[in-house]
């Protein structure tokens, strides 16, 4: 997937570009400052995606991701996001449940230090490694694809300083199940925390 998709996305998502906007490639090619053939494709990547509706002899225009769609993504999130964990679970190799302890050790610190930066990242990282560990590469696409919806979207509220504790508590009861190798309270602890991170994005 090319840059100019991934620019226009995150514009898309937070509204920089409106809903039913009239996206023409040569707007975009002097805006972003690329040529018409990654715009092309950029068009194509999101009206699959269904944030760019492509009407023929009229052109593309803006879908976008209201407020109602985002409370369904995060229906649909739970939904995947426990079913990978309890793959993840049975199926995580050594290595992998290595790289994810040592995520979940810096979740911990940057949780002490109150950095929600470190930690916004971090937070997406240690996801990333359950998401793998599934070896499921159909699952890792939709929840990637998910991941890039809540990152960039303005309808969901960033993270506040006061829920870190909570939310590093979260993780906390997914790693142990992980530990533990116990698929059931992983997705569970899974469960919660995307039903947990729905309510503190105001869904």
């Known amino acids: 997937m090319n840059d100019i998709t991934e620019m226009l996305r995150a514009d ?17 090619c002097e ?16 009206k699959n995606e269904d944030l760019v509706e492509l009407i023929p002899n009229h052109g593309a225009y803006v879908s976008g991701f209201t407020l109602s769609d985002m409370r369904d993504l995060f229906v649909l999130r739970e939904i995947l996001e426990a079913q990978c964990t309890a793959w993840a679970i049975e199926r995580i190799t050594t290595d992998e449940l290595e790289t994810l302890e040592k995520k979940y050790e810096f979740l911990e610190l940057y949780t002490h230090r109150g950095d929600t930066t470190k930690l916004k990242k971090l937070d997406a990282e240690f996801h990333t490694c359950i998401h793998a560990a599934s070896q499921n590469r159909i699952l890792i696409r939709r929840l990637s694809a998910i991941q890039n919806y809540v990152k960039y979207s303005a309808v969901v509220k960033t993270r506040r300083k006061e829920n870190i504790q909570a939310i590093f508590e979260e993780h906390a009861a997914i790693f142990e199940a992980f530990i533990a190798r116990d698929p059931v309270a992983g997705e569970a602890a899974a469960r919660a925390h995307i039903r947990n991170a729905a309510v503190r994005a105001g869904l």
């Open 31 to 46: 805006a972003y400052g690329v040529s018409r053939t990654p715009v092309r494709e950029a068009l194509r990547d999101l």
């Open 12 to 28: 898309i998502l937070r509204e920089k570009i409106r809903i039913g906007s009239k996206l023409t490639e040569r707007d975009i």
